[in-house]
């Protein structure tokens, strides 16, 4: 009780303090670049004490006997600069693009200019490749964002190479989906529970977003396969706005014979959101303030024949009697609200504070076919989330700056269908009932009784010391602290008991072992590191240390054989404190430029992450196994002492620029897995056997991935990825051991395909632009089958086939972006078009039937069913349509 006092009394202050504060993020580490270069006159020789500024921020620095500058702490985004010196002409340099934790290369030749002359304007180029980094780094700015057909941050995360998509879950470089690090603004919004974002970001807000798909610096932690982090939009020192409104529909004249409608509803999609900044009352203090509404309608329709009402069941000798209205509907839906509110101020020259809040409140059903007559049975998911917090940052030097965030995240997750655990419509519905008689197995009466919750708070600390001060030797210094409380479980359970009358509802409230409630679990987790980046005679070396620390702070059985101390005469057990976990993670990158335009670099590094909390924490309660006996039992145990997940990666490449506008980045890559979770069997004295969790799963992955990048030649921009890679292991799923051994088939470890491994990726950008009438942009996509399992054997052992040895068709899909700009009531105004699935695809890597090995039909008569379900399908075509106005001082 008194740890719940404590705790819930610093999540009031950290809450307070963000509130009191009222300044947003502005210089934390993962938000700001640097900007180098050198400032020289028409003979190009060096030039002193040039004044380089950046007027939008109210910072710059002088140049040096050797005409150098740096411009440190630089927030990401795309700034004007002024260079100026008593007797040579005033220059700016326009569009020059700051990208987080990477260094802006500018050179500059000034001209002299004895009387007063007109002030020369330079655009800058971004170059083609960067030289200098060690890892493969994908940058998108806002400018580059705006362009695209995408909506999400991972429709963006999507496009990247070696990136491959499972559904709605990313896999990078062959890893499991929830081995990635999501970061807002360099700190983390990672859920501890499933190791996945907590916040879905709209594209209206995000600045630059970053992924990271090679080996990555000690700063991050907690990821072994890739980084991605979205930086925000920040307020400046004009009064702008802008709005947005969208409709869309689903176009799918292939599917008329479906249950779900063939013609367009072109209210099915809808988008609206607005967004202000600028200047505050408060001198030198900036806000920028966002709020969007989306709602799409799926697709796929359903109808609505019955309530849920359980006197609508039937048997063998009476009809059905519907009484619902027999309204069409989406099946499933998704409305979402997102915010964002982002206050800055710099009261004195050395120090930045800042506020910031950004959120997201979902409301969404699935779209589970066997519902689609009774949809008022299906449980809905409400997911609110919020990640908040206070920023400092001091600057002693020009060249060295102090960095701490906190911030306080808040999750909060439901899937139910009714909110009260007593609500008597549980009792008047029942548990769903079908009849292979009717609709192949569709619902007719009942409700899904299923109740499941899950909340994280996490108070985080993230600190970071940065010094430039050599211009060859760069470092950086930090560390951060999670403080989560996870809860998750049934509020509450719904079973049925056979009594005089027959079957009766009997609910279970908090009754352990057999029907707990939700529990809640307080680990702890903290890193430290150092990261070092030097330049030596054209060599640029970035090495650096990470250290973590992880706590479960609980207990488990010390003799795993008796874990309930339910077998007679064996030794007794007792529950022992689980220890702490502490890794050491050593990362090294080399960048050798053989030429100004033409590097190799090579890098190498150990990554550590604990697997999902929700895993090891669930079902950890070893008193269900009390009346275990000489049998098996196939429900996994959580194990909250399993060491953390490890990953060895290396990567070797070459990056040149072939002229200023075409440049190519080559890599080949190689990671080794081990320690992923997994599934054991226990057993105990009395020859029972039990499944629980542990570090016996593995994996490796070898390709190469090319990426050539075209800059715009006239209106023309064009950019290409292509991966190629193997990713096999022991298991796609940690509790995939324990599945297998309750199905009959083999349970020992196997080296066999993962899900997604995806042999070949393409991806192909494309974009033509005139800036001040028209810009079109299209993506297109191919990927070649990723494996599944096939129910006839093609060489496989067991029951006659083998996981993951059949492949999925190659795939392919094209979306399509088109704007123009155009003045409505006097303001500028873009209208523009979207298209997703612009030729229709059907199938894009998901469902096939196991006998054939495509989505389309299936050899097994019992499929009859299976091959009237339309969710199988990819979604069909989808056209939005909608203008943004702008406006401002």
């Known amino acids: 009780m008194g740890f719940r006092v404590r705790r819930e009394g610093l999540l009031r202050i950290v809450a307070g303090a963000g509130v009191a504060l009222a300044w947003a993020v502005s210089g934390f580490a993962g938000t700001t670049g640097r900007i180098s270069g050198r400032v020289t006159d028409p003979k190009h020789q060096p030039l002193e004490a040039v004044s ?248 796929v329709r359903g109808e609505r024949r019955f309530t849920p009402a359980k006197d609508n069941t039937i048997d063998g000798t009476k009809y059905l009697n519907p009484d619902g209205d027999f309204a069409r509907f989406s099946l499933a839906y998704n409305h979402d609200w997102t915010g964002l509110v982002k206050l800055s101020t710099r009261p004195g020259s050395r120090y930045e504070l800042g506020y910031q809040a950004v959120g997201e409140l979902l409301d969404t059903r699935p779209d589970t076919w066997v519902w689609r007559f009774d949809p008022d049975g299906l449980t809905r998911q409400h997911t609110f989330s919020v990640s908040q917090g206070a920023d400092f940052t001091l600057t002693p030097t020009a060249k060295s700056f102090y960095n701490l965030a906190l911030r306080l995240n808040t999750f909060r997750y439901k899937d139910m269908v009714y909110d009260d655990f007593n609500d008597l419509r549980y009792d008047a519905a029942g548990g769903p009932q079908s009849s292979a008689n009717y609709e192949n197995n569709a619902i007719y009466a009942g409700v899904d009784l299923n109740r499941f919750i899950q909340n994280t708070d996490a108070i985080e600390a993230k600190t970071s010391y940065v010094n430039e001060s050599h211009s060859s030797n760069r470092y950086k210094l930090g560390g951060e602290f999670q403080w989560p409380a996870i809860q998750f479980g049934h509020p509450g359970w719904l079973t049925y008991a056979s009594g005089p009358g027959g079957q009766t509802l009997v609910r279970h409230q908090d009754d352990p072992p057999n029907f707990p409630g939700p529990l809640t679990y307080h680990p702890i987790q903290g890193a430290a590191y150092a990261q070092d980046d030097i330049e030596w005679q054209q060599i640029r070396l970035r090495a650096g240390l990470r250290y973590d620390l992880f706590d479960a702070r609980t207990t488990l059985p010390s003799d795993l054989s008796n874990p309930a101390n339910s077998i007679p005469g064996a030794p007794q057990s007792v529950q022992v404190p689980t220890t702490a976990k502490q890794t050491f993670s050593p990362r090294i990158g080399v960048s050798y430029p053989i030429t100004p335009g033409l590097s190799l670099y090579f890098a190498y590094g150990h990554f550590y992450q604990m697997p999902q909390l929700g895993n090891i924490f669930d079902n950890s309660d070893y008193s269900v196994l009390n009346d275990l006996q000489s049998t098996i039992v196939y429900n996994v145990m959580g194990n909250p002492d399993v060491k953390p997940q490890r990953t060895v990666q290396y990567q070797f490449g070459y990056k040149q620029a072939i002229n200023d506008n075409f440049g190519v980045d080559v890599n080949a890559f190689y990671k080794d897995i081990r320690d992923l979770l997994g599934v054991e069997f226990i057993s105990t004295y009395n020859d029972a056997e039990y499944p629980r969790f542990t570090n016996v799963d593995f994996g490796s992955v070898v390709g190469f991935t090319i990426s050539a990048d075209h800059r715009a030649l006239g209106p023309f921009s064009l950019a290409m990825d292509y991966t190629w890679q193997i990713a096999e292991g022991s298991s796609s799923d940690p509790r995939e051991t324990a599945t297998r051994a309750a199905a009959g088939l083999d349970p020992r470890p196997q080296d066999i395909p993962f899900d997604w491994d995806q042999r070949n990726t393409f991806n192909l950008t494309a974009t033509v632009s005139n800036p001040k009438l028209y810009t079109v942009s299209g993506v297109f996509r191919l990927a070649s089958g990723q494996p599944y399992t096939p129910s006839t054997s093609v060489g496989g052992f067991g029951q006659g086939f083998q996981t993951n040895e059949g492949r999925k068709p190659f795939s392919w899909l094209m979306d399509f972006r088109g704007e123009t700009y155009v003045r409505m009531f006097g303001m500028p105004t873009t209208a523009f078009l979207r298209i997703f699935n612009v030729f229709d695809t059907r199938f894009f890597n998901g469902f096939v039937f196991p006998t054939s090995g495509n989505v389309d039909s299936s050899s097994n008569p019992a499929d009859v069913g299976v091959e009237e379900d339309p969710t199988r399908f990819y979604p069909p075509r989808r056209l939005e349509f909608g203008f943004n106005l702008r406006g401002g001082s």
């Open 52 to 299: 380089v500024a950046i007027p939008a921020l109210k910072v710059g620095a002088f140049t040096d006997a050797q005409g150098h500058f740096d411009i440190a702490n630089v927030p990401a985004g795309t700034y004007e600069l002024k260079v100026n010196l008593m007797g040579y002409q005033a220059t700016t340099v326009q569009n020059v693009l700051v990208t987080a934790d990477q260094t802006a290369t500018l050179d500059v030749t000034i001209g002299e200019a004895p009387i007063a002359v007109k002030e020369v304007v330079i655009t800058a180029k971004r170059p083609v490749v960067d030289v200098n980094q060690t890892s493969n780094i994908a940058t998108v700015s806002r400018q580059e964002i705006e362009k695209l057909p995408v909506q999400q941050l991972n429709d963006l995360v999507a496009l990247q190479a070696g990136v491959v998509s499972q559904g709605s879950e990313l896999h990078v470089r062959g890893g499991r989906s929830d081995e990635v690090q999501y970061q807002v603004d360099g700190v983390s919004v990672n859920n501890l529970y499933d190791n996945h974002s907590m916040l879905q970001l709209d594209r209206s807000v995000l600045e630059e977003v970053q992924v990271i798909t090679g080996t990555f610096d000690a700063e991050y932690g907690q990821a072994m396969s890739g980084v991605v982090n979205a930086v925000l939009k920040r307020g400046g020192d004009r009064f702008q706005w802008n709005g947005e409104a969208m409709l869309g529909a689903w176009l799918a004249p292939w599917s008329s014979d479906r249950i779900e409608a063939p013609l367009a509803k072109p209210t099915d999609i809808k988008n609206f959101q607005f967004t202000a900044s600028g200047p505050m009352p408060v001198a030198h203090t900036t806000y920028l303030a966002n709020l969007r509404y989306g709602d799409q309608q799926d697709w």
